[in-house]
């Protein structure tokens, strides 16, 4: 058995089975490929990455305008979009999970779903604790509405409870009225508290005092201008007040009522009774900190998450991933947190957001891994990789590596470099990302692979255009002689289109140049602008834009001209080119003169004989007065 | 612009097309179908738009597009239009062109038709041997002209099975879009930056007329023309630029105006306010150009004051020129707005038809707005 690594991040595992019987049979190899990331591949999650990184490349964009209070509500606003995100996400997976008729499919559904929600409810603490900020008073209330969002199922049993004929008589009705209690919903409470007195008569008088305690529960609200202390004592004297009710024995009839009232007290006991109802130690710590400690401070939360934890579970479990998550959370470990939360999950994308809009908020000191870049870039790194794996999303990745300050460059210089360029179309976005972000060796390079496939495919107008976008002299010289060649084979140019309006783009390559005066020219003898051609086959010549190889086709070129009745070309010309034939001859070493064939001399011959006389013709011509 | 939200369909979309409305309806177009690109499974999908969804407070519907259809596409979608009321003509990467029907009682989609070799490399006897892209389709019923990377123009008739006329070799670089001039000729652009004019009457194999820009010979990608005055034609090439050609004179473009910073992928008159154009680029902005001068109508004395309007006095007589062959448009208070509120990645596509705009992105995101001119 073996592997080799590829470039998407997929293991190719090779495995033969030998076979141990007489006939040496290859047994038949199976190849499993084995991806690393598969939540990349699935449809719903696609639109989380889209959608994030939308909110990503904003943040990043947003930079450093504001500062202070507006900074911070902007980070806030951005944590509230990333889990809005997830939560489109999540109600997404689970009507998928609702509809699908395939059983494993709709395991893998739900799976995702609350995988899905255990990040929201991580994000959202994390929001609360180290984006918000919130002080002492405001963070009670912050958890609460932490609490009330996530944990538990209320508002169906509650639903079940009204819609009932009779709701006081209904089973759930007394778990009703104790999960309000729990998350600290007193009106609602409240309202199904009065139900049961309206329907008992003789617990009236034990319902009205209860509703009282509830209706006078100090609460700190957001725009409440109450300092601390003033609420502490208010609270104080609450708490006394149900201690007094509950000591005089006012509930002692109503188990149900007697505990609400215990819990109202903040007794731990009471509260652990409904852990069926809270269903997580969170719960159970939120609940004690309302009704024992609601001005917590940040730093003392610690002690109850770990008191909670353990009363909660009572050693009859341990804690799992999420547990610990939260529990670092609560630490204030953001590290740890990040840690735990990496292992846990299976995918970059999570993390790799968290730690960047953590960072936002300066609260990761530059932890230098060792290998150089800090963690934020290690996971942005990460996650963008396996954006690239993809034979899709690898365009989200640029971003990322974009806002990755020291090995971001390189590492999407080589990504780039391996997405396959199926298309022009392709090849162009590809190219574009470079040519922004100044990559010009990738550029020369994909550039010239396309070059090279137009070639092969004998587009050779495609392939100019894509030697001038790389300005790629040395392609157009290729490009060039190619046409050349077909014009010495078969005595025409194929494209004329294509030379007849190089414009400026001739002047990438001295060939190119030729080329499109070399058309010149024979567009001038087709229009019998004699003279004109004449000058510019000489300048092609003297100027040395054309190549020695081509000069013996020139000088046949320029044998009609010669052989015209009137004299073309001056005597000064006629010298000219004859020095040229002498260069061309001349050049040729003394082996090519013996196997010069007799096309060859004879053509040489020609000129020569043509030359001379035209000369003559020239001189007389010069020498001759006019008139008379 | 208010309802302009983003729709996220996990799949990056290359084309946008509303489907047409019948010339008698009055109402705005509801159906739209994409294409997607650069996915192992490539899609054409119908969206309905306006039928579902809460009333918004003005008493018209909101609610976002509705997949109600879709199917495997072979290769990147390249170029599609609608073909008629229920028939949707698509262009391939492979260098096929397949016609798709949409079938409306069980909104559903099937293949009506496929010309499974229109575009290829050399030598079409190798089985699979260099598919070339067909880059661009434009139909007319019932004739379809599509292009494609090698250089060559097909004419096909619906329901033929052989292409009526093929144009080999039209073009020595890519052909990269092409559009109806008149009932028997195409534009088409290419990546030397040359537009060309053929004629189908013409049995020979060469453009009737060729233009090109000045300058540095940029590829243009996208052209179309105004809807009413035939001889006025835009096209966009890759640096952003937006050109205006008179086709019945000159071989330079018009008026260039420098747009986008980056491939400027799609541009559109607007089919019935023409005054209207709509380009969209590889930046990832969606362009609204407007040169609509309605003020003109006002007397003068309205004008005092305020702020000066740099108005084309419009003489009844010169009305009928349009405003985009004036030689400097910028002059004449054109308004340009970006109509894309948060730009990531590059828009690929957009349609306009009444008041609709629809537009896809390479952030897997489409775009809707029903109320443009509001």
Redesign the interface.
Same mark, same amino acid.
């Given at each position: 058995m073996c592997f080799a690594w590829a470039p998407g991040e997929m293991l190719v595992y090779e495995t033969l089975f030998p076979k141990e019987c007489a006939e040496k049979r290859p047994g038949c190899p199976n190849i499993v490929i084995v991806r690393n990331d598969l939540d990349v591949y699935s449809q719903t999650l696609r639109k989380l990455f889209n959608e994030s990184h939308g909110i990503f490349v904003g943040l990043q964009r947003s930079e450093e305008e504001l500062a202070g209070k507006s900074r911070k509500a902007q980070l806030v606003r951005v944590s509230k979009n990333y889990r809005s995100v997830i939560r489109a996400c999540m109600e997404e997976m689970h009507q998928l999970a609702i509809s699908t008729r395939d059983p494993e499919l709709q395991g893998q559904h739900s799976t995702q779903v609350s995988i899905l929600s255990a990040m929201e409810l991580i994000w959202n603490l994390c929001e609360i604790l180290f984006v918000e900020v919130a002080p002492a008073g405001h963070l009670l209330l912050h958890l609460l509405d932490w609490v009330r969002l996530h944990v538990c199922d209320v508002d169906s049993m509650v639903r079940e409870v009204l819609s009932s004929e009779n709701p006081s008589k209904h089973k759930d009705f007394w778990n009703a009225v104790d999960i309000f209690v729990l998350q600290g919903r007193m009106d609602d409470a409240r309202h199904l508290l009065s139900k049961e007195a309206s329907a008992n008569p003789t617990s009236m008088g034990m319902c009205k005092i209860l509703d009282d305690l509830m209706k006078k529960m100090p609460i700190l609200s957001i725009g409440n201008t109450q300092t601390l202390t003033e609420m502490e004592l208010k609270w104080q004297h609450w708490h006394e007040e149900c201690q007094r009710y509950l000591q005089d024995g006012t509930f002692a009839s109503n188990l149900h009522m007697e505990s609400i009232c215990k819990i109202l007290l903040g007794d731990e006991n009471a509260i652990l009774e409904k852990k069926e109802l809270m269903t997580s130690w969170y719960h159970f710590l939120v609940t004690r900190l309302v009704y024992s400690h609601p001005t917590v401070k940040p730093v003392e939360l610690r002690f109850y998450a770990q008191s909670s934890l353990d009363l909660f579970l009572g050693g009859e479990s341990s804690p799992e991933p999420l547990d610990s998550i939260l529990m670092a959370a609560f630490e204030f470990e953001i590290h740890q947190v990040i840690k735990e939360c990496s292992i846990a999950l299976s995918n970059w994308w999570f993390v790799a957001h968290l730690t960047d809009l953590l960072d936002h908020c300066k609260l990761l000191q530059s932890h230098n891994l060792y290998f150089g870049s800090n963690m934020r870039e290690f996971l942005l790194l990460e996650y963008a990789s396996g954006l690239f794996s993809h034979h899709s999303l690898w365009q989200l990745g640029v971003d990322y590596f974009d806002h990755c300050p020291e090995y971001g460059k390189v590492y999407l210089e080589l990504h780039i470099e391996r997405i396959p360029l199926n298309t022009e179309q392709k090849a162009l976005k590809v190219l574009r990302i470079c040519e922004q972000r100044q990559m010009h060796d990738q550029v020369r390079s994909i550039c010239k692979i396309m070059a090279m496939k137009a070639v092969r495919n004998n587009r050779l107008g495609s392939a100019l255009s894509w030697s001038i976008r790389a300005k790629d002299a040395a392609f157009a010289t290729l490009i060039s002689d190619r046409f050349l060649k077909d014009y010495c084979e078969k005595g025409s140019f194929s494209d004329l289109d294509l030379i007849d309006n190089l414009g400026p783009s001739m002047l990438l390559s001295d060939r190119l140049t030729f080329l499109g005066k070399y058309r010149e020219f024979h567009r001038l003898y087709g229009e019998k602008r004699f003279s004109e051609a004449a000058k510019l086959l000489l300048m092609l010549m003297t100027a040395h834009i054309a190549p020695c190889s081509f000069w013996m086709t020139l000088l046949t070129d320029a044998l009609p001209l010669l052989e015209q009745k009137e004299v073309i070309f001056s005597a000064e010309q006629t010298y000219e080119l004859m020095r040229c034939l002498e260069d061309l001859t001349a050049g040729k070493t003394d082996n090519q003169k013996l196997q010069v064939d007799d096309i060859e001399t004879t053509k040489v011959e020609i000129l020569r004989l043509a030359l001379a006389r035209n000369l003559a013709r020239a001189i007389v011509k010069e020498g001759t007065l006019e008139g008379s | 612009m208010e309802d302009f939200s983003a729709k996220?369909? @996990?799949?990056?979309i290359s084309k946008t097309r509303w489907r047409p409305v019948p010339a008698a309806a009055l109402q705005p177009p509801e159906l739209f179908a994409t294409g997607s690109?650069?996915?192992?499974e490539n899609k054409i999908s119908v969206w309905s738009v306006g039928d579902f969804g809460s009333l918004g407070p003005n008493g018209e519907y909101q609610g976002e597009p509705q997949l109600l259809c879709d199917i495997r596409h072979h290769g990147?979608v390249?170029d599609m239009q609608f073909f008629d009321q229920e028939r949707i003509v698509a262009a391939s990467?492979t260098g096929s062109v397949t016609v798709f029907r949409h079938h409306q009682n069980n909104q559903t989609l099937s293949v009506n038709q496929r010309w499974e070799r229109a575009h290829y490399?050399?030598d079409p006897d190798i089985p699979f041997y *260099?598919g070339? @892209?067909c880059?661009g389709v434009i139909c007319n019923n019932p004739e379809i002209v599509t292009v494609g990377?090698? *250089?060559r123009i097909n004419l096909f008739r619906a329901d033929h099975r052989e292409a009526v006329r093929t144009i080999e070799?039209a073009?020595?670089?890519?052909l990269h879009a092409v559009t109806f001039l008149r009932t028997t000729e195409i534009l088409t652009v %290419?990546?030397?930056g040359?537009l060309?004019i053929w004629d189908f009457r013409q049995q020979r194999n060469e &453009?009737s007329q060729?233009f090109?820009l000045?300058?540095?010979?940029i &590829?243009l990608h996208c052209v179309d023309r105004h809807p009413n005055q035939q001889h006025i034609v835009a096209t966009g090439g890759?640096d952003g630029m937006l050109s205006i050609w008179d086709v019945r004179q000159g071989s330079m473009p018009v008026s260039l105006l420098n747009a986008h910073e980056?491939?400027m992928w799609e541009v559109h008159f607007h089919p019935s306010n023409p005054d209207h154009l709509f380009t969209c680029s590889?930046d990832g902005s969606l362009w609204h150009w407007d040169t609509s001068t309605d003020v003109s109508e006002k007397p003068s004395f309205f004008h005092q004051g305020g702020r000066s309007t740099t108005l084309l006095s419009h003489t009844a007589n010169q009305s009928v020129i349009s405003a985009w062959l004036s030689n400097n448009p910028t002059k004449d208070r054109m308004e340009i707005t970006n109509l894309v509120p %948060?730009q990531?990645?590059?828009v690929n596509s957009l349609d306009v038809l009444g008041p609709c705009l629809v537009c896809g992105t390479?952030?897997?995101?489409i775009y809707v707005n029903r109320h443009l001119f509001a």
């Open positions: - | 996220f369909v @996990s799949q990056k690109w650069d996915n192992e990147d390249m990467s490399h050399v *260099g070339a @892209s880059t990377e090698d *250089g070799n073009d020595s670089s890519t %290419n990546s030397i040359q060309k &453009p060729i090109s000045t300058g540095d010979r &590829p890759q980056a491939e590889e %948060n990531t990645l590059s390479d952030a897997e995101a």
